[in-house]
């Protein structure tokens, strides 16, 4: 029982760095920013990089290793429809992180044009982030087994 309150605590904790550090890129994030700032925000990015890993460990060691059965989860489209939107968020992801990695570079004061669809790109992912919670609960009570 302690091993699995502590790799869902785990999981809650990984999700909270996710959003808030999503929170955070789109909250810093301007239509012009010195590589100082774009290198704070690769810093927030690489915040989220380990939440990401923390809930997807803490996830499949809850899906297949403390808890309910891997069944109870397995046998619904639910664990799917999870993993398909983790999926996408992540890989989405990688168009800021690869970004922010490659403008920090150079001189700390220079100012750099962002493109537009930085922003949209992470509120596509805020609003994908805000619905895999939701399927996780509905998951946990059983909606969408078979």
């Known amino acids: 029982m302690t091993g699995y309150i502590l790799v869902k605590y785990l999981h809650y904790l990984g999700i909270l760095a996710v ?21 704070r925000l690769s810093i927030v990015d690489a915040v ?10 803490a ?9 309910k059965p891997a069944d109870f989860y397995s046998n619904g489209w639910i664990i799917y429809a999870k993993l398909i939107l ?16 490659k403008e920090r570079k ?3 004061e220079e100012v750099i044009d962002i493109p537009k669809k930085m922003k949209m790109i992470l509120r596509i992912e805020l609003t994908l982030v ?10 946990a009570m059983g909606v969408g087994a078979n």
Do not use: C, N
Request: hydrophobic share 55%; aromatic share 14%.
């Open 19 to 39: 959003f808030s550090s999503l929170v955070g890129e789109h909250l810093l994030l301007e239509d012009r920013l010195s590589r100082k700032a774009i290198q």
């Open 86 to 101: 983790f999926g996408i968020v992540g890989a989405i992801s990688l168009i800021p992180t690869f970004y922010f990695l």
């Open 59 to 67: 996830g499949f060691t809850l899906w297949f290793g403390v808890g």
């Open 130 to 139: 805000l619905i895999i919670p939701l399927l996780g609960a509905m998951m």
């Open 48 to 57: 989220y990089g380990i939440g990401a890993l923390l809930v997807m460990g």
């Open 106 to 108: 150079g001189d700390p």
